[in-house]
Structure formats: structure tokens, C-alpha cells
């Protein structure tokens, strides 16, 4: 049983060294693309609570909440997997678009069944990194230039990371890498304040969290749409196990836990304000994910504030729905984009629902996620700004609805393929389905979902939110924001950078000629001698 | 000064042998028939390796480090040899790369066995068994005045391998590297001199005992760090380094970054962690560092700017060579037993063993490269996965090491250092090490990405290349990998026999 | 501490000491590698003669000088002399380069 | 009698350095090659060999003074064949430098 | 006193022909003043009663360096140095004082007993059979560092010859030179070689007991050689002969293989059996003498520069 966790997370990748090596495999792996995740999901489904340490630093488990995302993940790997040959048809035969694509689902997959410090590492990065040739997959200037911020803020986040994961490994007496030791160390560690900073910094640029979501944006908007939905939908959630992961929720860190809250909900709120900006449904979307984020957060913040033993399960469940409806929604938009005004509507009304279930539409996965999590936000406050944001995703998803309706294709009898509308469907059953199975186990009887207080906690919000786009959409003019909105300050920022790289070369040039460097050499035989005799 | 501790040991007679059938082979090189100067060559570097696995074997068996008195003459006198744990280790990582290298460069540079003799081969075959001796001896002496000769041995054996193709930016570059180097030695013997009219004696040993903590050790010690850091190449000295490696053919000049600037850098260890004593070390090891800083940000912002790749791959080695300097202030600064048992000398050697061999199946990979496409601009790498993929996937895992990616030998050496530099409280190393680290995916990014792109029009091979010599490079790039399978913890092995520890 | 005695060995070390001073500025300062390769002759003979004083005052045992340095010295002189034939071939192999290259104008 | 050997070196001596400061000064005084390697080699000689005469009674040994007597032979050697070098070579270009 | 004055004015022409020779702007003039700077080394070494080193500086470092400084000289186009601007040139030489002043401070302050190893080297001489205690060091206690240095010589060769452009590998080092039976230059060979030859093995032979050594006579040895070849009176031999290679590795090979057979004779790498010491030296000094005196000449010589068999 254990060996399907190796397998789940070498499967892909063997796939990639095949076809990398063989032109004939590569020819017939561009239809097979949907078989890759299919290990992952049956690990997710029956290898739970499974262990086994690879040669080396290395080594793999899984447990319930890890099995959870690891399952939803492999599951919107497929249905990209799915639509991804009748998106790209032949372009998929080329070894730079599976070899980027499979790269990136080993990492997706194996990151939720890391075990200790150097494997989260390892498949955290190999995401990041691998993510950034999906990214900029067709090309274009918009898809380079994103790429770059991209890339920049995923090696910067990967480095924040790695310093998180030394300051634990340093707090642990006993040296050990696996995550429970070192996480189980980690209240009483003398480094943990900051560890916890780097890690939030380090997961935060993953997931989106206000300061260090520049990426999103751009990039979403940039990337082809089966690109797109499986980085919104399954690498995004790479960040979210590390919150489940290294959140010391055993002891209760109020000071931390408001801390991240407020970072969540400033989140959550910015991407709704932002959002409602946005023209291009898949920008809306990105600013979706980040306010979905910024609340997954929130409700993590609260949990570690509160010290829930039960957080790690109801966030992974929050988190599964977001996986299947995100990654889902870019999957629709895919389907939009070729199908005329007459087709529309089987593909339309569907993601009319899950759109809504974001925000808690009652009845639907959505609401299963939120209620699953209210207990964790508790009734103060947070309960009441879970409330809000809840509200305020019903207006984003009402723009995105708007917004999603222009782009459908021009010829009116234009038909999507099927295997797009095919996999968008899957994702859209998922969504609405999947999280009654897993329920139960999660958050108690199903009975409490269907009682009236419940139902009419969920209904307010979005009655609220209803009223208040009928109010905005009547706004005659209303403000326009190119994505990734903070990136016009950060402008002049990378042309200072470059301005500097620039001096340092002219620098360097200048200390490389003979007498400079001579003059050096004689400095630091004096220097060297100065410091050694003053030590004395 | 216990004659007990100066005592030939059993496997003594390896050192000799390491230092001594080099030397044979290029006698026989210049003698045998010229259609058998490679096999000569590859059979002396085969000698080699094995040699050099057997003092690994005899100094992990022994746990101290094995001593040879030549002449039988006792130490100041005479001359000893001694290979502790980590002298051992840099032998064998010598002998592993310079016998690959041998592979990948069989039958280049023009060589027709039946033709007549020519200049490159049997140049490069002189060379390349020139570098392997002098590297033994260096990692293996003793005396300050006979490592002054094994490091002019060094340069002098470098330095023509550099202008090996002849053409007019190669001998400047060529001249350029020699000269400096010269200053540098030169200072090197200035340092020498001082010791001698101190102490009366050159031997490392000896002079460890002696304990002497006054003002001519000190500034022995400051002229003979400033020269051996001109010949490593440390930041502001590294004019030389660029255009030498990046014009030195590739075989070559995967033997000049990975292995010819760590003689000097080797024998720097020696003099601050066994001949300075501990207490005055501490502003001249952050000198070091800060240097060492330097060399990771300048040379990391150069290479991102680099259009060649071999000119890239060379700025990324005056980058590596700052993270080893990053050991001085790590290692003294450590509250470990002594600086040998500390994370960050591990971190040290880790470092230096993944670079080599990364920085060497780069170097060949850049070769292979050259001969695929007719060219090296990174700009026209389009496609390139496509033509040459083992040389690609040579090229990733060689980058995965530089980056620092686990599972790599690069990610062990980050991770140890860091953990020594966030463990000291000093966090500014840490800050280095991860901007080193960013700025490395950024410049390794810039290869790989074009490399992985489909190209406008389907690129083809222009000359075909052995696929015997594309394996030596993998090989390389693999082992890299495979050092980041060690356990990530102190190595007793790299503590065993240190002359500071020997002497009480 | 004593001060030296004022002796033909101090004074040529002292000569040692300034040659050293003389041969690095010229080969930091001097735009020609055959200057600097001068300067580094220079420095050499400089920094053997150090080694000659310590050898001077190191007599005893029936020798007029200590005779491990004096070793050290020709083995240094020799070195030495490797170093700049090899340099010198450099230096005019360029020469021929440039010269080669200016006469077909394409440098 | 001792004395007298002195003395002899003594003025064997001077006149060799005499000589010698003659041959300097038409070193830098004259106009062109050729007459200065006139000096040079003239009066170098000849104060050379002043020198080493005065410096025959004053050496221990037979054979020391032979060696001496050799060294003066080298020089004459060297000097002659030097100066009819650069005298060919400075003759057809004219007046010389 | 006389003596303190002699070397006061000798160490006054030595710091002035060198500064000299670093102020002057012409290369030229800065060789001859190099070849001045070394024989005047020669008579500080002389002074300092270090007769072996006098004659190792006159020969190599004042001598054959000229030499090739000159050779060199005559192939380079003057260039005009753009003067490097005073700032610059005021902070070096203040950085070079702070050094030469450390060094002073050295020498100025001595150890109070002057370490040396003078008696070790005394007492153990009697066993390596040599009378010369250089010689001793050199052969005996530091015969590692001999050793390596013929390799570096050997090496430096091997570099040199690397230069050679590729169409000429194989030809004849050095320049074409015309061969001429007449001339001053012809004669003053035919008169000196015989008399260098026999001084040069002499100074080989007398160098285990006396001032001399396998250096100092195959730099002379060398030194004929290359009259005989500038005087046209003999061709310089092919880089590919093997008769040439076996002279050039005859050193290395006899000194690698009586130190090997050190090892079972007398328990230990370059060590000699007691019995057998001086001969056994003496049989690798002529050996390197041999290899050193070809090797320096042909470094001299220079690589090959015109292709194998052109002959003139």
C-alpha cells in the first residue's frame, strides 16, 4: 500500500523521461496526458496514513487532509489533462509542452505527500519553477513579461521558505527533518518567531497573500487556460498544505494567529475591490483566488489563534472545493471562448452555480466548505467578516458571470470540443459533488448542513452581496486596473534594479583592469595583516 | 616535537605514489610511439583514481591521517607528506573528474592516430597529467616551501591549456592569468620567507606545535592568504578567471573551474585553520566572508548579463568560489567542538565537491553544445532540447546542483551553511547564500529555458558528437546529484587527522 | 626585541625589503607585460635576498650560512626562470599575433 | 719588500680605475656609436687589465692568479667580438644612431 | 669598516638600478638595466657569503633571463606608456612602502637566537657522502623539491613549445639562423665552447664538495650550447627527435628511479643507502645536468616557428 505514494509522485515523471528520449512515445503521450495524475488519485484514495522514505534526504506520507487535496489535485490534472489536447492539439507533441507540463504535475502531486523538510522543499520549488514553462508556454509579450514576474516572486517566496525550514530544523533538538518532529518543536524553538514569519512569507507568495500577490494576475490572465487551471486550481494549493502542514495548531499562538487572520481577510477583501476592476474574466478570476486564499488564511489564522486540532482537515476540505470550482471555472472559460451564443447556455448555467457556490450558494459544495470552516472562525469578529467576505465574493462572482458572457465565440453555431466541455463538466460535478461524500468524515453529520440557521447564514450574505452588484453594475463609470495592479508601482522598481545591475557591471569592468586590481591585491595583503595583528 | 607523531604510517607509500606516477606518465608520454599517448595518459589517470580511492580507504580504516617522511629525513629537516580526511577526499574527487575528463576528451583535438604527431594532444595529455600530480601534492604536502613549487607546477601546467587553441584573445588571456598568478606567488614566498626567519622551519606540523602567536607568523599569514586568493580567483581578484576559462577549450576548462582554482583555496584552509591560532582568526575569517559576499553577488549579476554561455558558466564559478570563503567566518565563528566538527566546514567541503563536478559536466556540457550548434550564444538555443537532450539533461542536473535544489550536492552545502550561518545568529551569511541562490536560478534559468523552447525552425545537428562523450559529462552531473544523497549532518571523515587536532 | 646590529646581513635585508616595495609597484603600475614581468624579477631577487639574510644569520656549525634557505633560493631562482621563459614565449607569441593580425588588417 | 708590492698594486690599481673613468665619460661624450665603442672597448681593457695586474700580487694563490689572468682573457674575447658586432651592424646604416 | 662601505655602495647601486629600471620609459634601456640589477645581485650574494647562490644569480637570474628579455626585446614594437595618473601611482607606492616596511620591521627585529637548522644539516651530512651542505639539502633532505623543480623545468619547456603556431610542431626551435663558418661570431664560438664546456663540468663536479652544482654548470653547459647554435656552428635539433625527448626526461627518469629503488634499498622514497650515496647523486646530478642544460637551451631557443623540413 505504501508503494503507491512513490509510484503516484515517479509516475509523471518517468512519463517525461520516456518521452523526452523517444519521439514514438511523445507522439502518443499528447492523448495520454490524462493518464499521468491517475496514480496520484488512487494513492489519494487508498494509500492513506501510508509512509515510506525514499534513499536519501528523501521520503513520502499521507495523511487524511493530504489525501484530500492530493486527490482533488490529481483529479483537475485530469480534467486538464482532458481538455489539454483539444486545446493545444498538435503543439502538445512537442517535448517542450509535455516535458513542463508532467515537471510541474510531479511537484503538484508529490508536494502534498512530502514527509520531512527537503521533500516539501524539493516539490515546493519544483512547482514553482516548473510552473513558469506553462506560464509562458504560447508565448507572447504579455505571457514573457508575467513570466518574469512570476518567476521572480516564486524564487523569492522558494527563499524565504528554505530560510523557514533551517530556523526549524535549527529549533529541533533532535535533528531530525520529518514534519511532525520538527513542527512538534517548533512552539518552544527559540528561532520560531522567525520561522513562523519566513514561513507565512514563504507560503504567502505561493498562495497570493496580499503583498506578494503581483504574480497572480498577470499571470493567469497570460497563461493558456488548461495552464491556467491547473495552476490556480492544483499548484496554488501548494502553499495551503504547507499552512496545513507546519501551523503548530496544537499550541494555541493567539499573537500569530490574528496576525495571519488580518493579513487573510485584508486579502480576501483587496482581491474582491480589485477584482470588480478587471475586464478580462480570467484576471477576475485570479483576484477570486487570491480573496479565496486570503480567507483560507484568515480561517488558518484563527484556527492556530485558537489552537483547533480539527483545522488541518476543514481547510484541506475548504480547499478541495477550490480546487475543483477554480480550476473549473478556467476550464469553462476555455469552453466559452469557442462555443457560440446558441451552445452557451449547457456551459454557461453550470458555472453560473459553482461560481456562486464560491461564495456559499446554499446546497453546494460551497456551502459545505464555508460551514465546514465556520466553527473554526467562531462567531466574534472573524465570524462576521467571514460573513462579509462571503458576501463580497458573490458580488465578484456576479462580474465574473458578466464578464465571462463576453467572450463567448462570434460564430453563433460554434461548438466547443467535447473533451473541453467534457472536462469542464468533470471539474463542475466535482465541485458540486465530491464535498457531500467527504463531509461527514470532515465536519460532522450532514444533518447540521440542512438545518434552517444554517441555510439562513449562508443566504444573507449572499442576498446582500446580490443587492450590492445590482448597485455597482448601475455605476455608469467605473475605474479600470490593468492586472497585477501593484506592478505599475513595482515598474520603476525593476528598471531601478536593472539600473543597478547595470552599475555593478560597469564596476566590475572597471576593478578587472590590471592597475585597479593590483592596487586590491596589495590592499588585502595589508588589510589581512591589519586585522590578524590587531587581533592579537 | 614527538618523534611518535612523525612517523611514516603504513599506507604511506600511497602519497608518494599519488605525487610520483603522474610525473611518470608525462615522462612516458613524451617517449611512447604518438599513436599511444592517450592510452598512456588514461592509463596514469587510471593509476591515479585508484590510488587515490586506497588513501581514502587507508585513512578511513587508520581514523588519522596517513604520513610519509621522504628521504626518511624527520620533519624540519626533511620533507613529509600527510593526507588527512579531507585532503583524501579532494584526491579522489581530483581523480574522479580529471579520469572522466580523460574520457571526454579522447580523441579531441585533432588526434589521428596514424596521422602525425600534433601540438594539441599531446599538449593537453601533458597538461591534464601536470594539474593531476600537482593537485595530489598540494592536497598532500607538508612543507610551505614544497607546496610553492606544486602550486607553480599548478599554474605553470594551467596556463597553456588556456591558449591551447592558439588564437590571440586566448594568449592574452593566457598572459594575463600567468602574470598574476606570478604576483601572487610571489607574495606566497614572501610569506614563506617570514615563517622561515620566525621559526627556522617550514613544516606545517611543526610549526602547528609551536604555537607562535607574533607579529612575523601573523603578517606570514596575511601575504600568503593575498596571494592564494589571487590565484583562487576571490572576488575583486578575479579578472583573470573569466576570459581564461571561457577560452580555454571545454575539456579544459572544466579541469581549470572545477578543480585548479580549489588547489589554492585548499591550502588557505590549512593556514587559517591549522597554522593561525583560534583566537586571532575572527576579523580577517569575516574579511574573508565579507570577499566571499562580494564574489557570490558580483559574479552571480555578471553572469545573468553574460550573452556566451562558457562566459556565464565562468562568472558562475568566481560566484561558487565566494560561497567557500562564506566557510571562514561559518566555521570559526561555530560553537562546535572545533571548526572541523561544525556545519559549515562539512558545508565547506560539500560545496566544493558539488561545484567541482557540476561546475564540470557544465564546462563539457558547454562543449558538446558548441559542437552541436556551431555556436554558444545563449540567444540561439532554441530547439536545443530537441538535438542534443542528454547534454540538456546533463545541463539541468549540473543546474539543480548550482541552484541549490535539494536533492543535489549544491542543496546540502546551502543547507548546511545556512543552517551554521542562522544557527550563529549571523544571518547577514544567510542573506548571501540565498541571494546567491536566487541569482543562480536566475542565470541557470536563462540556459535551460531556451533550451526547453521549440524553436521557430526545426533546428537540426550540424556535427555529429560521440555519445560516449555526452555519458562522461552526464556521469558528472549525476554524481553532483548523488552527493546531495549524503546525510545532511557533520562528517566525522572530513575531521580525522587535522594538524590542529593532531598537535594538543 | 632587540634591534639588529647594523651588519652587511641587515643591510641587504633591508635592500631585500625596499626591492620588494620597487617590484610591486611596477607590476601593479606598469601598462606593458614585459614591464611587469621586469618588476617581477625584481621582486624576486628581493625576496631571495630575504631569504639570503636569514641564511646569513643562521650560520653556524662550521657553514658561513644556513644552507637550507640557500637551497631554497636556487630552487626559487630556477623556478623563477621558468616562469619568465614561459611568460616571454607568451609575450612574443602575442607580438607575432598582433603583428600577424594588423598585417591583414582584420584584428 | 712588502711595501713595494703595495705600492705597486696601489698605482696599478688607480690607473686601471682612470682608465675605466675614461672609457665611461667617452661613452656618454662621444657623438656616435661607432667612436663610443672606440672608447669602451679601448680603455675598458686596458683598465681592466691594469686592475687585474695589481691585483696578481695580492692573490693567495698560483691558481687564483691564473684564473685571474683567464677572466681578463673572457673579457678581451667578449669585448672584441661585441664590439666587431655592433660595428658591423651600425656601419651600413651610416652614421649609426 | 671598509667592509660595512663596500656594502653600503653596493646596496646603493642595487636600489638604484632597480628603481632605475622601473622609472625608465624605454623597454630597452630598462633590460640592460635588469642585466645590470642581476650581476649586482650576484655581488650582494657574494657578500652575504652565499657563494653557491652567487653563481645560481649570475648564471640563471642575471644571465639567461637577459638573455631572453633581449630576444624578446628585439621582437616587440615600442609601446608608449600613457603615463597612469599621479593620484594613483602616489597610493601605490605608499601601499608598496607599508609592505616593504613590514618586511624592514622583520629584519630590523630579529629572533633572538637566530633559528637555523645549520647543525641538523651538519650532522646528518657525513651519511648523504656530500661535502657542499647545499648540495646536501638539495640531494638529500629536500630531494623532493629538487625533483619537482626539474619537472617544473621540464614543464616550462613543454608550455613553451605549446605556443609553437601548429603548422611549425615538429620543426626546429627558434628562428631561422643563417649558418655561417666565418665572422667574429663564428670564431669567438669555436674559441669559447670548449673552454665553457669543460668549466661547466667542472663546476657540476666540484659542486658536492664545493660552491657548484648540477644548476649552475648546465646553465653554462646551455649556455655554449646557445652560442654554438646563434653562431650558425650547430643546427638546433627537431622538437620531435626522440634522441632529443630521451636527453630532455634522461634527469626525471634517473632521479624517479633511483628514488624508487630508495624505497626497498633504503626504507624510503628518494632515501640512498648509506654506502651508495654519493655515487648514486652523483649519478642523477650528471643526468640532470644533461636534461637542464638541454631543456634551458631550448627554452632559450624559443618554440619552433617555421614548419618541420624547410630547411634554409
Not at chain 2, 2 to 13: E, K, S, V, Y
Not at chain 2, 294 to 323: D, N
Not at chain 4, 52 to 76: C, D, H, R
Not at chain 5, 187 to 206: A, E, M, N, Q, S
Amino acid at each position: 500500500m505504501n508503494v503507491l505514494l512513490p509510484l503516484a509522485a515517479l509516475f509523471p515523471l518517468a512519463l517525461f523521461a520516456l518521452s523526452a528520449f523517444s519521439p514514438w512515445v511523445r507522439q502518443r503521450l499528447a492523448r495520454l496526458l490524462w493518464l499521468a495524475p491517475l496514480p496520484g488519485l488512487v494513492a489519494a484514495l487508498f494509500a492513506i496514513d501510508g509512509a515510506v522514505t525514499l534513499p536519501g534526504p528523501l521520503g513520502l506520507a499521507l495523511d487524511f487532509p493530504g489525501a484530500m487535496l492530493l486527490g482533488a489535485a490529481a483529479l483537475i490534472w485530469l480534467a486538464a489533462g482532458i481538455a489539454a489536447p483539444a486545446f493545444w492539439r498538435e503543439k502538445l507533441e512537442t517535448l517542450p509542452y509535455q516535458s513542463w507540463w508532467l515537471l510541474t504535475m510531479t511537484g503538484s502531486l508529490a508536494v502534498f505527500m512530502a514527509a520531512n523538510l527537503v521533500t516539501f522543499y524539493l516539490t515546493f520549488s519544483l512547482v514553482s519553477l516548473a510552473g513558469y514553462g506553462l506560464v509562458t508556454r504560447d508565448g507572447g509579450a504579455a505571457a514573457f513579461r508575467a513570466g518574469r514576474v512570476y518567476f521572480t516572486l516564486a524564487v523569492v517566496g522558494e527563499a524565504f521558505l528554505l530560510t523557514a525550514f533551517v530556523l526549524l530544523a535549527v529549533g529541533t533538538p533532535s535533528g531530525s527533518m520529518a514534519i511532525p518532529d520538527v513542527v512538534a518543536a517548533l512552539p518552544a524553538s527559540p528561532s520560531r518567531d522567525a520561522a513562523l514569519v519566513f514561513l507565512i512569507l514563504g507560503l504567502g507568495s505561493k498562495m497570493g497573500l496580499v503583498p506578494l500577490h503581483v504574480w497572480m494576475p498577470p499571470t493567469y490572465s497570460a497563461a493558456p487556460f488548461p495552464a491556467a487551471a491547473v495552476l490556480s486550481g492544483a499548484a496554488v494549493k501548494a502553499g495551503v498544505i504547507g499552512l496545513v502542514r507546519f501551523l503548530p495548531f496544537s499550541a494555541a499562538l493567539p499573537g500569530w494567529g490574528e496576525a495571519l487572520a488580518m493579513v487573510g481577510f485584508v486579502s480576501a477583501f483587496f482581491g474582491v475591490a480589485v477584482g470588480l476592476t478587471q475586464r478580462n474574466p480570467k484576471a477576475v478570476l485570479a483576484y477570486s483566488s487570491i480573496s479565496q486564499m486570503g480567507f483560507i488564511a484568515a480561517v488558518a489564522g484563527m484556527a492556530l489563534a485558537a489552537g483547533r486540532l480539527a483545522a488541518p482537515s476543514e481547510l484541506a476540505f475548504y480547499a478541495l472545493h477550490h480546487v475543483f470550482a477554480k480550476g473549473g471555472l478556467f476550464l469553462a472559460l476555455a469552453a466559452i471562448a469557442t462555443t457560440g451564443p446558441r451552445h452557451l447556455r449547457p456551459i454557461l448555467w453550470p458555472a453560473i452555480v459553482v461560481a456562486l457556490g464560491i461564495a456559499g450558494l446554499p446546497l453546494t459544495g460551497g456551502a459545505l466548505a464555508k460551514l465546514a470552516v465556520k466553527d473554526a472562525l467562531g462567531s466574534g469578529l472573524a465570524g462576521t467578516l467571514g460573513s462579509l467576505s462571503a458576501a463580497a465574493s458573490t458580488i465578484l462572482m456576479l462580474h465574473f458571470i458578466t464578464r465571462a458572457r463576453t467572450i463567448a465565440a462570434s460564430d453563433d453555431r460554434a461548438e466547443a470540443p467535447l473533451a473541453i466541455r467534457g472536462a469542464w463538466w468533470i471539474a463542475a460535478a466535482a465541485a458540486l459533488l465530491l464535498p457531500w461524500l467527504l463531509f461527514p468524515s470532515v465536519a460532522g453529520s450532514i444533518g447540521k448542513v440542512l438545518e434552517v440557521k444554517a441555510i439562513f447564514d449562508l443566504a444573507w450574505p449572499m442576498v446582500l452581496g446580490g443587492v450590492a452588484f445590482l448597485g455597482w453594475s448601475r455605476l455608469s463609470r467605473r475605474p479600470e486596473l490593468p492586472p497585477g495592479d501593484v506592478l505599475i508601482v513595482l515598474r520603476p522598481a525593476a528598471t531601478s534594479v536593472r539600473g543597478l545591475t547595470d552599475r555593478i557591471a560597469r564596476a566590475e569592468a572597471w576593478i578587472t583592469t590590471w592597475p585597479v586590481a593590483g592596487t586590491l591585491l596589495l590592499l588585502l595583503a595589508i588589510g589581512f595583516a591589519g586585522a590578524m595583528v590587531a587581533a592579537r | 616535537m614527538t618523534p611518535g607523531l612523525m612517523a611514516t604510517t603504513p599506507g604511506g607509500l600511497l602519497l608518494v605514489l599519488a605525487v610520483v606516477v603522474p610525473v611518470i606518465g608525462i615522462l612516458a608520454l613524451w617517449l611512447v610511439r604518438w599513436r599511444a599517448i592517450e592510452w598512456v595518459a588514461i592509463a596514469t589517470l587510471a593509476i591515479n583514481l585508484v590510488v587515490s580511492l586506497a588513501t581514502l580507504q587507508a585513512v578511513r580504516a587508520s581514523d588519522a591521517s596517513l604520513v610519509y617522511l621522504v628521504g626518511g629525513w624527520m620533519p624540519p629537516l626533511g620533507l613529509a607528506l600527510r593526507a588527512d580526511g579531507i585532503a583524501a577526499v579532494m584526491m579522489v574527487m581530483t581523480g574522479a573528474i580529471v579520469a572522466v575528463t580523460a574520457l571526454y576528451a579522447r580523441g579531441q583535438f585533432g588526434f589521428d592516430p596514424h596521422g602525425p604527431e600534433r601540438r594539441r594532444p599531446m599538449v593537453f595529455w601533458t597538461m591534464l597529467l601536470a594539474i593531476t600530480g600537482a593537485l595530489n601534492l598540494i592536497f598532500v604536502g607538508e612543507d610551505l616551501f614544497n607546496l610553492y613549487v606544486a602550486l607553480e607546477l599548478l599554474t605553470f601546467a594551467a596556463v597553456p591549456l588556456v591558449s591551447l587553441d592558439g588564437s590571440r584573445d586566448t594568449l592574452a588571456a593566457a598572459l594575463r592569468y600567468l602574470v598574476f598568478a606570478l604576483a601572487g606567488s610571489v607574495l606566497y614566498l614572501l610569506g614563506v620567507a617570514v615563517v622561515y626567519g620566525a621559526y627556522g622551519t617550514l613544516d606545517l606540523v611543526v610549526l602547528a606545535e609551536m604555537r607562535g602567536a607574533d607579529g612575523a607568523l601573523l603578517l606570514a599569514i596575511a601575504l600568503m592568504t593575498a596571494g592564494l586568493i589571487a590565484k583562487t580567483a576571490l572576488f575583486p581578484l578575479h579578472l583573470w578567471l573569466p576570459p581564461a576559462h571561457a577560452g580555454a577549450p571545454a575539456a579544459a576548462s572544466a579541469i581549470l573551474s572545477a578543480l585548479v582554482v580549489k588547489g589554492s583555496f585548499f591550502l588557505i584552509l590549512g593556514l587559517w585553520f591549522d597554522l593561525l591560532p583560534p583566537g586571532l582568526g575572527a576579523i580577517g575569517a569575516n574579511g574573508l566572508g565579507m570577499l566571499g559576499a562580494g564574489a557570490v553577488i558580483v559574479g552571480s549579476v555578471l553572469a545573468l548579463r553574460q550573452e556566451r554561455l562558457k562566459l556565464l558558466v565562468a562568472y558562475s564559478t568566481v560566484a561558487q568560489i565566494g560561497y567557500l570563503f562564506l566557510v571562514f567566518p561559518l566555521a570559526t565563528g561555530s560553537e562546535a567542538a572545533s571548526p572541523f566538527a561544525s556545519l559549515a566546514w562539512t558545508g565547506g567541503v560539500l560545496q566544493l565537491l558539488a561545484h567541482a563536478f557540476a561546475k564540470a559536466a557544465m564546462f563539457m556540457a558547454a562543449g558538446l553544445v558548441y559542437e552541436a550548434i556551431g555556436h554558444d550564444r545563449i540567444a540561439g538555443f532554441k530547439g536545443l532540447g530537441r538535438i542534443a537532450p542528454i547534454t540538456v539533461l546533463t545541463m539541468t542536473l549540473a543546474s539543480v546542483s548550482l541552484m541549490g535544489l535539494p536533492p543535489s550536492g549544491g542543496f546540502s552545502a546551502k543547507w548546511l551553511m545556512l543552517s551554521a550561518a542562522l544557527g550563529e545568529g549571523a544571518w547577514w551569511w544567510a542573506v548571501v547564500i540565498l541571494a546567491g541562490g536566487l541569482l543562480a536560478a536566475g542565470y541557470v534559468f536563462r540556459i535551460l529555458v531556451p533550451a526547453f523552447s521549440t524553436p521557430e525552425a526545426p533546428a537540426e545537428r550540424k556535427y555529429p558528437v560521440a555519445p560516449v562523450r555526452e555519458c562522461a559529462a552526464l556521469v558528472l552531473a549525476v554524481i553532483a546529484i548523488l552527493i546531495g544523497f549524503l546525510p545532511l549532518a557533520p562528517w566525522p571523515l572530513l575531521a580525522i587527522g587535522r594538524i590542529a587536532q593532531v598537535s594538543p | 626585541m632587540s634591534l639588529a646590529p647594523i651588519d652587511a646581513a641587515t643591510l641587504y635585508g633591508l635592500t631585500g625589503a625596499v626591492l620588494v616595495g620597487i617590484g610591486l609597484y611596477g607590476i601593479v603600475l606598469h601598462e606593458g607585460f614585459i614591464r611587469r614581468l621586469l618588476a617581477f624579477n625584481l621582486l624576486g631577487g628581493g625576496v631571495f635576498l630575504l631569504f639570503g639574510v636569514i641564511a646569513r644569520r643562521g650560520a653556524g656549525a662550521g657553514f658561513s650560512g644556513d644552507p637550507v634557505p640557500q637551497a631554497l633560493v636556487i630552487t626559487g631562482v630556477v623556478v623563477a626562470f621558468c616562469a619568465t621563459a614561459l611568460a616571454i614565449t607568451l609575450i612574443e607569441r602575442l607580438a607575432a599575433e598582433d603583428d600577424a593580425n594588423d598585417g591583414d588588417g582584420s584584428s | 719588500m712588502t711595501t713595494i708590492v703595495t705600492l705597486f698594486s696601489a698605482v696599478a690599481i688607480c690607473a686601471g680605475i682612470i682608465f675605466f673613468l675614461a672609457g665611461t665619460v667617452g661613452l656618454l661624450r662621444f657623438p656616435d656609436s661607432l667612436t663610443r665603442l672606440h672608447a669602451l672597448t679601448k680603455a675598458d681593457n686596458l683598465g681592466l687589465g691594469l686592475i687585474i695586474l695589481g691585483l696578481l700580487p695580492l692573490s693567495g694563490s698560483f691558481s687564483t692568479a691564473l684564473k685571474l689572468v683567464l677572466i681578463w682573457a673572457l673579457v678581451q674575447l667578449a669585448g672584441a667580438t661585441a664590439a666587431q658586432l655592433i660595428a658591423r651592424l651600425a656601419r651600413p646604416s651610416g652614421r649609426g644612431k | 669598516m671598509l667592509d660595512l662601505a663596500l656594502d653600503l655602495l653596493i646596496t646603493a647601486l642595487v636600489i638604484g638600478v632597480a628603481l632605475w629600471t622601473i622609472r625608465t620609459r624605454d623597454d630597452f634601456a630598462a633590460i640592460v638595466g635588469f642585466v645590470a640589477y642581476g650581476l649586482l645581485l650576484t655581488l650582494a650574494w657574494a657578500r652575504l657569503a652565499a657563494y653557491d647562490v652567487a653563481l645560481t644569480e649570475a648564471a640563471i637570474g642575471g644571465g639567461v633571463t637577459g638573455v631572453i628579455l633581449l630576444r624578446a626585446s628585439v621582437r616587440l614594437k615600442p609601446v608608449t606608456t600613457a603615463r597612469t595618473p599621479i593620484g594613483v601611482r602616489v597610493l601605490v607606492g605608499l601601499l608598496c612602502a607599508v609592505i616593504s616596511a613590514g618586511l624592514a620591521a622583520v629584519v630590523l627585529l630579529p629572533v633572538s637566537p637566530p633559528p637555523s637548522l645549520a647543525a641538523d644539516v651538519r650532522s646528518h651530512l657525513a651519511s648523504t657522502g656530500l661535502g657542499n651542505p647545499i648540495a646536501g639539502v638539495l640531494m638529500a633532505y629536500r630531494a623532493l623539491d629538487t625533483f619537482l623543480e626539474t619537472v617544473v623545468v621540464l614543464l616550462a619547456l613543454f608550455g613553451a613549445w605549446s605556443l609553437t603556431p601548429d603548422r611549425a610542431w615538429g620543426g626546429r626551435p627558434g628562428a631561422p639562423i643563417p649558418t655561417a663558418s666565418f665572422g667574429p661570431l663564428p670564431l669567438f664560438g669555436r674559441l669559447l665552447i670548449p673552454i665553457g664546456v669543460v668549466i661547466g663540468i667542472y663546476i657540476v663536479w666540484v659542486g658536492a664538495d664545493a660552491p657548484g652544482g648540477k644548476f649552475q654548470g648546465a646553465t653554462i653547459l646551455a649556455a655554449m650550447w646557445i652560442l654554438a647554435m646563434m653562431a650558425g656552428l650547430t643546427e638546433a635539433p627537431p622538437i620531435g627527435r626522440w634522441r632529443l625527448r630521451l636527453l630532455l626526461a634522461a634527469g626525471p627518469i634517473v632521479f624517479v628511479a633511483v628514488g624508487v629503488a630508495g624505497i626497498p634499498l633504503a626504507g624510503s622514497f628518494l632515501a640512498y643507502p648509506e654506502a651508495l650515496a654519493k655515487p648514486l647523486i652523483l649519478l642523477i646530478e650528471v643526468a640532470l645536468t644533461l636534461s637542464i642544460a638541454a631543456t634551458l637551451g631550448l627554452l632559450v631557443a624559443g618554440p619552433p616557428e617555421t614548419a618541420p623540413g624547410t630547411e634554409l
